[in-house]
């Protein structure tokens, strides 16, 4: 039995009546007659599927990739339709392809790995901002009226509009609004020297503060007034030779302290 086409005007032109089929499907076992006329049942209903896919096109997915989702929504639908319910096929399978299609977008096409719980709140607050836009011409709706709108916290609108920039990624390349060639990498940051510098000398402040007092001269006219070995000798009265030993014996006292704590 070949699945009827309808006549009469219908949302979907080429919707097919296949309440009848529906009804033989649900009676039928398991078994090569019930796979065709399923198969027949899901060819029949494809232009819909596809219909409802390219209201998606445009969007960072291929036509070709829609199609087949809607596909797997159709099957779905097909394959979970109960005609004893009473309700159409068609108003079954609309909404479970268009979920399907949804679900997609939601769980393959962020670039960027984002919590079901921030894309929900994400299309929340997208939806509430296009719907009150409608009733505040000329300006943005505010944080509050969207939280007002759709029942949810501030803190929740904010995230929620954080995420909609989270959709795709940025390329480093990419070149910034505003500049003549100035790409966003251009515009990073690297790590500072300074606090590698800054944590040395928080660290080797205690150890310094125990030398004997003329060990920690030598190191402050060395290192902090740029003398040589041969004038601090002088400036103190000894050999340059003694300086040498005593630098060296201070070096390894700071280093074996140093480790020993970071142990």
């Known amino acids: 039995m070949r699945v009827a086409t309808r006549t009469k005007p219908h949302p979907h032109d080429d919707a097919p009546d296949t309440a009848e089929a529906f009804e033989r499907l649900a009676g039928l076992?398991?078994?090569?007659?019930?796979?065709?006329?399923?198969?027949?049942?899901?060819?029949?209903?494809?232009?819909?599927?596809?219909?409802?896919?390219?209201?998606?096109?445009?969007?960072?997915?291929?036509?070709?990739?829609?199609?087949?989702?809607?596909?797997?929504?159709?099957?779905?639908?097909?394959?979970?339709?109960?005609?004893?319910?009473?309700?159409?096929?068609?108003?079954y399978a609309v909404p479970t392809v268009t979920g399907e299609i949804k679900r997609h977008f939601r769980d393959h096409m962020w670039s960027l790995h984002v919590p079901r719980r921030i894309q929900d709140l994400r299309n929340r607050v997208r939806r509430a901002a296009k719907e009150l836009a409608q009733t505040t011409p000329g300006r943005t709706p505010t944080i509050g009226e969207i939280a007002e709108y759709t029942h949810l916290t501030t803190s929740e609108v904010r995230t929620g509009m954080e995420a909609l920039e989270c959709f795709s990624a940025l390329s480093l390349e990419a070149e910034m609004p505003g500049t003549d060639g100035y790409a966003l990498g251009d515009a990073l940051g690297g790590p500072d020297p300074g606090y590698d510098t800054v944590v040395d000398r928080v660290a080797v402040t205690?150890?310094?503060?125990?030398?004997?007092?003329?060990?920690?001269?030598?190191?402050?006219?060395?290192?902090?007034?740029?003398?040589?070995?041969?004038?601090?000798?002088?400036?103190?009265?000894?050999?340059?030779?003694?300086?040498s030993r005593l630098l060296s014996g201070c070096f390894a006292q700071l280093r074996e302290e140093i480790l020993t704590e970071t142990r």
């Open 29 to 91: 076992p398991e078994g090569p007659e019930r796979k065709a006329l399923r198969d027949e049942l899901i060819q029949a209903w494809l232009p819909m599927a596809e219909r409802i896919a390219v209201r998606f096109r445009g969007r960072g997915e291929t036509l070709e990739d829609l199609y087949q989702v809607a596909a797997l929504g159709l099957v779905k639908a097909v394959d979970h339709y109960d005609p004893a319910r009473g309700y159409a096929f068609e108003a």
């Open 206 to 243: 205690p150890c310094l503060q125990a030398l004997p007092e003329r060990e920690r001269t030598i190191l402050y006219l060395r290192f902090f007034g740029g003398m040589t070995q041969s004038r601090i000798a002088q400036q103190l009265g000894i050999s340059q030779m003694h300086v």
